[in-house]
């Protein structure tokens, strides 16, 4: 039963030795996120059937056999730097039990307000950081109001 559980720590990571997890320190992040260490210990490709493949490489999981709210998840591409919002919408009906089809089986109709969706860059240095917070670069006029000063008259 250990050594099972070890060789789905190796896979998940895509480390060849046990030694070789633990120099690389992936250990680390595989234990202190729950998530992580939940989806790939505990559910896994091994638990349930594979649905679908969404545009950046998320793999979608299904099993009937678990608890309503827990039957379906979403193992992500990148391992150790996963973003939830890369989850297109088609995607996000079907795993949150609002579609019953997945988006493989079923053709939905996009409204015509619908963009691609993307990435978002929440959490990375990338993010988009207003005037006045400490990590935009450019320094914010910190004066609310001007006093108006009359013209002068000559």
């Given at each position: 039963?250990?050594?099972?559980?070890?060789f789905?720590v190796?896979d998940a990571?895509?480390?060849?030795?046990?030694?070789?997890?633990i120099?690389?320190l992936d250990i680390?992040?595989?234990?202190a996120?729950?998530?992580i260490g939940?989806?790939?210990?505990?559910?896994?490709?091994?638990?349930?059937?594979?649905?679908g493949?969404?545009?950046?490489?998320?793999k979608y999981?299904?099993?009937?056999?678990?608890?309503?709210?827990?039957?379906?998840?979403?193992?992500?591409?990148?391992?150790?730097?996963?973003?939830?919002t890369g989850?297109?919408?088609?995607?996000?009906?079907w795993?949150?039990?609002?579609?019953?089809?997945?988006?493989?089986?079923h053709?939905?109709?996009?409204?015509l307000?619908?963009?691609?969706?993307?990435?978002?860059?929440t959490?990375?240095p990338a993010a988009?950081a207003?005037?006045g917070?400490w990590?935009?670069?450019?320094?914010?006029?910190w004066?609310?109001?001007?006093?108006?000063?009359?013209?002068?008259?000559?």
């Amino acid at each position: 039963m250990l050594a099972k559980y070890i060789f789905n720590v190796l896979d998940a990571t895509g480390k060849k030795s046990l030694l070789g997890l633990i120099g690389s320190l992936d250990i680390v992040k595989l234990l202190a996120d729950g998530n992580i260490g939940y989806i790939k210990l505990v559910k896994g490709a091994h638990v349930g059937t594979l649905v679908g493949t969404d545009n950046f490489g998320n793999k979608y999981y299904e099993n009937n056999d678990l608890p309503y709210g827990r039957k379906r998840w979403v193992v992500y591409q990148d391992t150790f730097d996963y973003n939830p919002t890369g989850i297109s919408a088609e995607w996000h009906g079907w795993i949150n039990g609002i579609n019953d089809a997945p988006p493989t089986s079923h053709e939905y109709k996009k409204p015509l307000y619908a963009v691609e969706a993307y990435v978002t860059k929440t959490g990375t240095p990338a993010a988009y950081a207003p005037k006045g917070v400490w990590a935009n670069p450019q320094k914010r006029n910190w004066r609310k109001v001007e006093v108006w000063q009359p013209p002068q008259s000559s």
